[in-house]
């Protein structure tokens, strides 16, 4: 069975990385995320393994110095980071692991991994992804725009991704990495071993 | 509106080329395929414009020396080639434009024209490409045994294409090549002028 990949997937606060992911893996069985683990003290409506991986800071720091992390970062205190096993574990079985990441992660991701396939996902416009951040009411004005400003922070560094998709209707934006997917697996280099077996049989 | 692009598609004699191709511009208006010129005599149920661009000795040699053939070779003392104009014209009219084409003269154009995509088809196996070929019957067992040799030497030149299709399911090799061209279109280096366009209006 050929190798499932690494996926690093970016894209601004607001575009609807959550809700294209969720359609993504529901419709289709060969794609996993990825779960980050976390020293941040578990919520009562989370999962062990399923929302996070939960770890005391000594775990996290253990895993850290024997190389078992992707990249980790530290935010308000609490350590984020990609634990290599479980994905190392679902690519040997041939699934493609999608990794949602913010750009700075995905871009050290991207560089120190061989063979990702990485997706950045933009808004329509501006004025879709502000009324989109607006709609959740949740955030105040300020949180806004310092969302707006970030979010062209990030897409100034879209370039350093393989494949662009616009989260324009959640369906074509679904068929997109959908099709992103089945086209890389498509590339002369994994079908080498495809064709390598034809020749050897003939 | 984008540019369409040039798509080279080349593979063995008796991989269902054709049909393929058939099935994928029936199920698309956004690709043509394109069409050869050849001096060799229009027969009597081919259509001018449509099976080939039927031209003379003169016409022909015309074209090549100003520059309008992508590429040309000659079979049997007649000239066969494909004109760049309505390549160009319709490519500029967003279209993707299909040249199916011996590996020659794929590589010829692979190598010479700026962002063509190229695909080579594969069948599942040797056993089945011979089994096709024997499958027509007005071949005899000397051509067919001669068709699988030039099959070999073909897939031996699949590395200089992008992307492998296998024809083993008709209707998964025309959605495979579907999603090739989708994902294309999503590369970051064509999706550029948009992302200029988001950041333009903020």
Known sequence: MDKGRLIVFSGPSGVGKDTILKKLIESDDTVKLSISATTRPKREYEEEGKDYY???EDEFL???SENKMLEYAKYCSNYYGTPIEPIERWTNEGVDVILEIEVEG????????????S???MPPSFAVLKRRLEERKTDSEDIVL????????????AYKYDYIV???????????IKAIIKADKLKYKNMKNFIDGVMAND
């Open 119 to 121: 997706i950045f996902v």
């Open 146 to 157: 310092g969302r707006l400003n970030r979010a062209k922070e990030e897409i100034s560094t």
């Open 62 to 64: 253990k895993k850290v």
């Open 166 to 176: 616009v989260n324009d209707d959640i369906d074509n934006c679904v068929d997109d």
């Open 54 to 56: 939960f770890l005391s």
């Open 106 to 117: 995905g871009q050290k991701v991207i560089s120190q991994q061989k063979g990702v396939l």
